[in-house]
């Protein structure tokens, strides 16, 4: 494990926790599980397995500083700014360049700030397999086995196991698959080759970044440009120049749909979850014996109330709910939410209709 | 018209619209309807009946103060501080007592200060009508003709037609019930000879304090000492001295039932409601297409939302719903209550469980 490191993608902005995630707080800025943040949890996750100097985060410019403040045991240079979002291919483009310049023989994961894993000694223990599968070429992700028809993740195919001797079972990647239908989950549960799809990745710096020049050729040679300026006074600004004239290319399309070598180890009790709505919510989360969840909030009073959800954020404030079932309720600050389970998804659309009638300061 | 006089009883507390209501914020001080509160609703429903000095105002120490800051046109010597509460009987006792001082031919409509009334012009004709059956020595009430067979309303039960050539159709009261289970509610409605107790009495102030007299002795005696006390030094004191050792007694239950000459006037279209229940609101308030009612609250957004109240209290928050039948949101400054509206009685319950838990803050 000498040249492994750890680079946490950390720029995205997502409404579908919204009122709580929000325009300047992102949802790996919340304590959405528990008192830490998802960004707090994921460092602290790889705590054991990195040093902190091995950990990169790569954000952008408006949530560095409250990264800092929330996990100040990375060093200051290890948060490495986007100047604009530019796609998850990008930033692992980006931050393989900088490993690569570190390092030539880094490999690293390249895993997402904001997702939740209940079981961290099964999750070192993946990585720790996936790191030698990775050493040998492989574009390496892991999959989720799934635990129900899900129709928010999208999934991954498996081929033929790869030969190799790995400690750990190790496939071909066969195909990547789109969000389903509720019709195709119910196949692909019942399958027996198909894992959903983390957007956790691990791989060699050298060989991503060989796949880059192949698969996307501009990104490459930005790439080139922006090492070559790398720990000199013009860095930022060469950085800043070429990022702006990308494309948004993202790793499941742009990369490993065409690699040469991709890899699937599939993962059953991680207790995983993208924490992608409200609803995802319940997965993770455990429930009195009525199944409501209050989280973030102790003062929740429920009478003849099952299978809700109550999140609060205001302190001192007393939620009550009567006759009440498979409901959110998310009590913030300005906005309140009260939305039947199955129909987190239809957050967007408010958000949609908040933001084509300019209602700014909801969003 | 010439010895008319309106009689507002203020006093009471009630915790059925918690957390809206609260021990130091009664529900006639809160714009439950519309801009005003129910208590200004009230005396401006007067205004064309009654000159300011001839409504008397009966409440709390505690909530004179906000009820004169409220309605500035009312002179501050006609709020009545009562001591302590001893129940809707003494207070009219002792109004009839201070009419009769001013005017031994005062006639008085005792009326509550926290219902509904959409019909004002009904209303004003109603209690003229009451007046002139109450200047032959009537104790009046006026009778509420049953919309739904309501189990949360008590009924009185009309007898003979009065002879007398009244304007308005009058009847002796045969008997008052106290609030019926379901199954006798349906058939009182059925019935064509039961309205609604409304608590709104009219009567003279001589026969009301004769009839004291006859069936509530100390409260008499007590009465008798305060009036000889009244316009001297001594008021205060003994008001207070007396008004303590009293018992509560109600209007229904120690003087109308038994009452010598007890008169009913059904009402039907006045659009009343004695706003006793967070479900009573969806009986008064208009709906939208959908069944909703956001009252007090512009930034109600309902997504597929039906039959729903959304009462929101914290100006510039936004109140969101999705997939939500049949409910009442309430949203104050320190409690939020989520209630399936046919359920918004065991608002009750939870108040007690704060009693008893001694969370006086949210009480």
Redesign the interface.
Known sequence: MEHTYAVIMAGGGGTRLW?LSRQDKPKQLLPLIGQETLFQSTVQRLENLFSPERILVVTMEEQAREMHQQVPSLPEENYIIEPAPRGTASVAGLAATILRKRDPNAVMAVLPSDHFIRNRDLFHYLLRAAFEVAENGYLVTLGITPTHPSTAYGYIQQGDPLSGGYNYPAYAVKSFKEKPNDKTAQKLLRSVDHSWNSGMFIWRADVILEEIKRQIPVLSAALADIEAAWDTAKQAQVLKDRWYDLKVETIDYAIMEKAKHAAVLPAGGLGWSDVGSWESLFEVLLPDMNGNIATNNKSH?G??TNNTLVYGSIS?????????DD?I?V?TD???????S???Q??R??VE?LKKHR?EK?L
């Open positions: 009122p009073l009478h003849e001192d404030r007393l939620i009550v709910t009567i006759g009440v409901m309720i009590d300005d906005i309140l939410l009260v939305c039947k199955d129909q987190s239809s957050v659309d408010i209709h209602q909801y």
